[in-house]
């Protein structure tokens, strides 16, 4: 009798026994199964340099993820797509990286108009978009449940600046000479709002994208007893218009968003770009906080033959803040658990920009900027992470 029960009874062990060892077999495998994170950005044409830099960044703080073992025992695997800056090559890029190889979310696609043209298709798919090197109102007003940035779009740097000319440099007569497409808009918008609130009048003179010739509205701007000209365009151009200021023997203070506060402004204006003021969104490269320090120790590490900036700085952010969630949320990459840890995320200090607090109701990030200053060739800052208010 006790035989007949063994001998029933064995098959079925076995069968436990060996299911259980198939389990244990697979485990490890799907665990090691790469988290993929897309991005699309301009590796090619004009500003190729910026999508580089920005996608350098994320491999840069992947590796050093990765190194350290992953989220969860997962490596972060990172897939990046080339759409030269061409919006329609940008939502072909995110398609390919959401629906082929399977990215959990897209991470740091860079430029503001391709960043703008992925809205619908990140609505359609529930694909989290985050912190793209952007800086559009649209991204942000009204919350799209899967989109969050961490740079303060042009309106909150422009009202930080117009606090800062009107409280602190007790300048009134000011122009802004803009861009005239939805960036320069939503700039001028910004200083609107708060020269408005104090009924001071502002010199408004746009100018086309691609002029080269600014003669007109400096000539507009000095003509008008300006002291003051916010500069709302790429530094190239910036350069331009202060040529063309000195050649006038005319030199009111100088003032534009983030872009104006790239290194390359002295390369192209060389001393003219003294005394300049921008908005800085980032910790100066030449910091001495630790986290920056430690940002350049990561990009010699891991790419000792690419050069730190702060496009590079902003991927390697988008990569911490990213594995940051990941904890957060026990490793779950679905987006209901993505959005939910992002959204429970309040003063979040990454050390490399002002501290960021995303909500159900806000998902911009950041609401302040500080101001640096042109002085002896280098961007110094000159205040500290300064409010809207």
């Known amino acids: ?49 910026l999508g580089q830099s920005v996608r350098d960044g994320v491999e840069v ?18 897939i990046a797509e080339d759409d030269g800056y061409e919006p329609m090559r940008t939502i072909a890029s995110a398609r390919k990286l959401v629906e082929q190889d399977k990215a959990v979310a897209l991470l ?42 961490t ?9 930080v600046l117009a ?3 009107l409280g602190t440099l007790k300048q009134t007569k000011v122009a802004a000479i803009y861009q005239n497409d939805d960036f320069g808009q939503d700039a001028v918008a910004g200083l609107d709002e708060r020269f408005g609130r104090d009924k001071i009048p502002l010199v408004k003179l746009p100018f086309d994208r691609g002029t080269t010739n600014f003669s007109g509205v400096v000539a507009q701007a000095k003509a008008a ?34 872009a104006l506060g790239d290194p390359q402004t002295f390369q192209l204006a060389g001393p003219l770009a003294e005394g ?35 496009y590079s700085m902003h991927g390697y952010q988008s990569g911490k803040i990213f594995a940051e969630v990941l904890k957060r949320s026990s490793g779950k990459t679905d987006e209901p ?24 109701t806000q998902h911009a990030g950041a609401q302040s900027g500080a101001i640096m200053k042109a002085e002896g060739g280098k961007w110094k800052i000159i205040t500290g992470w300064l409010s809207t208010n």
């Open 1 to 49: 009798m006790q035989e007949r029960t063994l001998t029933r009874l064995l098959p079925r062990r076995a069968i436990l026994v060996a299911g259980a060892a198939i389990a244990i077999a697979t485990l490890p495998a799907r665990a090691q199964e790469p988290i993929k994170v897309g991005m699309s950005g301009p590796f090619s044409g004009g500003l190729s340099l």
């Open 61 to 78: 703080a992947f590796s050093e993820i990765n190194d350290q073992g992953g989220i969860a025992g997962r490596k972060l695997q990172f």
């Open 108 to 149: 740091a696609v860079t430029g503001t108009a391709p960043s703008a043209a992925l809205l619908p298709f990140v609505t359609e798919s529930k694909t989290p978009m985050l912190f793209p090197y952007a800086f559009a109102h649209a991204l942000t007003t009204p919350v799209n449940r899967d989109v969050f940035t």
């Open 151 to 159: 740079l303060p779009e042009v309106r909150v740097q422009m009202l």
């Open 163 to 165: 606090n800062y000319i």
């Open 225 to 258: 007893g300006v002291e003051h000209v916010v500069f709302l365009g790429i530094p190239k151009d910036a350069a331009l218009v202060m040529r063309e200021a000195n050649n006038l023997g005319w030199k009111p203070q100088f003032s534009g968003h983030n």
């Open 276 to 310: 300049a003021i921008a908005v800085a969104v980032m910790e100066p490269l030449d910091s001495d906080k630790p986290a920056v320090k430690a940002f350049i120790a990561a990009q010699q590490k891991y790419k000792p033959n690419t050069k730190p900036t702060t």
């Open 337 to 360: 658990s993505i959005v939910s840890a992002l959204e429970s995320m309040k003063g979040y200090d990454t050390g490399l920009m002002a501290p960021l607090t995303f909500s159900a």
